[in-house]
């Protein structure tokens, strides 16, 4: 099947090739936007590899000194070495580390590095590092930071944080821009480093599909492959919902916790509410009433429902999926995990494409989620923190890594299209699926938009997520109201 799949996905690829760049600024655009912030914190973006990053806080329940006992603090790489701080609210990301760190001493026996990982709650970690870096003193030598508290942590620039620059430029030619830029500061530098892209893509339950609708599951691939637009998407859908006829089944869920789904709207459309650093944020775009509006039609008519508890990245949601009530879904590619714990029955039933656009041509992806690391000026020897931090994450060693442990989509383009790498029957997610997901992240690598995170972000996505919201897909408020609503909201922050 794979290989039949291969043929098709290549074919798909000349068309992307066509397609639009990269939606989102250049080296001087903000951090992507914290719309998903809440997606990602709460519902955990990272948490595809373990994390919980809104897990509760664990200090909180307990006095300080308790609570910091139980704070898990490993210990990787040469006691005789440099020794660095590692900070992180991601278990496995300080195992990532520690596993890059055995084998820069093997290939560095000159300039070894020792370096203790420690895993804080979410909220503890940004508060404790924002605290000691306006404090001057107590920062790590290297910290992740997730995306939608990025404009707090870059804020400082020259006094907080150390460019990446000089570090990343060998890795540069390789790496997805947008996903680059995300964590550029205003003054064009790079401060953070990503893990992965967080590729935007359609998620299709073939197996489900085919029972349904009496066809082979290479005959509902060829019409998944068919679809280009929104309005394709929906005819399937609704070909879908006539042949099973059965209460309760949808063929997707809309969220009313979440902001996904407008991210792929606005980059579609290469617009961004925020603004960008000089500008104003408008939640009256058009991509935003186009999506809202359609959205609200599909509710109406039956082709979707609410995503129970608000969006798909909760347990209600993975339990939603399980029992079939929805058969197709967008998420970004880290989603692939959720599967993979959360999910395993599913394996083999499932397929990855790319998603629909309002109008052939327009971009049909955006980088959702994330985390930059970034190296203080507090480091003990900076250069060599942001040396040895960008070789972990960027170089062909590090990604292998990110992919098989933490089942991220790797920033670095050169091993999307290496046989070696992105066929490899043996990592658990090529297993998972019915096609190679590389197959389809190589296919749109030109269309991968992004949406950025500025300081008006956090009032944007608490607006969204707890009110506009439900107020359109829950109670069918009209959409320009709505939005106006949100935007007066908007207006007095800003």
Request: hydrophobic fraction near 40%; aromatic fraction near 10%; proline fraction near 4%.
């Amino acid at each position: 099947m794979k290989k039949k799949v291969l043929a098709t996905l290549l074919s798909t690829a000349m068309v992307a090739s066509a397609l639009i760049g990269c939606v989102g600024g250049g080296q001087n655009a903000p951090a992507s936007d914290g719309a998903v912030a809440g997606d990602e914190a709460a519902a955990g973006d990272e948490a595809a590899a373990g994390d919980d990053a809104a897990a509760g806080d664990e200090a909180a329940a307990g006095d300080e000194a308790a609570a910091e006992e139980e704070i898990p603090t490993s210990t990787f790489g040469d006691p005789n070495g440099t020794h660095m701080e590692m900070w992180t609210f991601v278990e496995l990301h300080g195992q990532h580390y520690g596993n890059m760190v055995e084998k820069w001493n093997e290939q560095n026996p000159d300039r070894t590095i020792e370096i203790t990982c420690t895993t804080y709650p979410y909220a503890d970690m940004h508060t404790k590092l924002l605290t000691s870096l306006t404090a001057g003193t107590g920062a790590p030598d290297i910290c992740d930071v997730e995306i939608g508290q990025f404009p707090n942590v870059v804020a400082g620039l020259d006094t907080w944080l150390v460019p990446q620059d000089d570090n990343a430029a060998p890795y540069l030619d390789t790496m997805v821009p947008a996903r680059m830029d995300v964590y550029a500061g205003s003054d064009g530098h790079y401060y953070g480093i990503p893990y992965h892209v967080g590729a935007t893509v359609m998620y299709y339950n073939v197996a489900a599909m085919a029972e349904a609708m009496g066809a082979s599951q290479e005959d509902i691939i060829a019409k998944i492959d068919a679809v280009v637009t929104w309005d394709d998407y929906v005819a399937l859908g609704q070909e879908y919902l006539a042949a099973i006829a059965t209460e309760g089944k949808f063929w997707t869920s809309v969220d009313t916790a979440g902001c996904d789904w407008l991210w792929i709207a606005m980059a579609e459309h290469g617009e961004d509410w925020t603004g960008g650093f000089d500008g104003t944020a408008n939640v009256q775009l058009d991509s935003v009433k186009k999506m809202l509006t359609m959205q609200q039609e599909w509710i109406n008519n039956g082709l979707a429902q609410v995503s129970p508890d608000g969006h798909t990245d909760l347990e209600a949601g993975f339990q939603n999926i399980l029992d079939h009530n929805i058969v197709s879904f967008p998420k970004a590619m880290w989603y692939m995990s959720r599967f993979t714990n959360y999910m395993p029955e599913e394996s083999g039933n499932w397929y990855i494409a790319k998603c629909p656009v309002f109008e052939a041509g327009q971009p049909c992806s955006v980088g959702i989620g994330g985390t930059g690391t970034v190296v203080t000026q507090q480091a003990g020897d900076p250069d060599l923190a942001s040396e040895f931090l960008c070789w972990a994450k960027m170089s062909e060693e590090g990604e292998q890594l990110i992919w098989d442990n933490l089942g991220f989509d790797v920033c670095n383009t050169a091993l999307w299209n290496d046989d070696a790498f992105a066929h490899d029957d043996n990592n658990q997610y090529n297993a998972f699926f019915i096609n190679y997901p590389y197959d389809v992240l190589y296919s749109i690598k030109d269309d991968i938009g992004a949406v950025y995170t500025t300081a008006i972000s956090p009032t944007i996505n608490e607006q969204f997520c707890n009110i506009t919201l439900n107020d359109i897909l829950e109670n069918g408020v009209d959409v320009e109201e709505a939005l106006q609503t949100a935007q007066d909201v908007v207006d007095l922050e800003q």
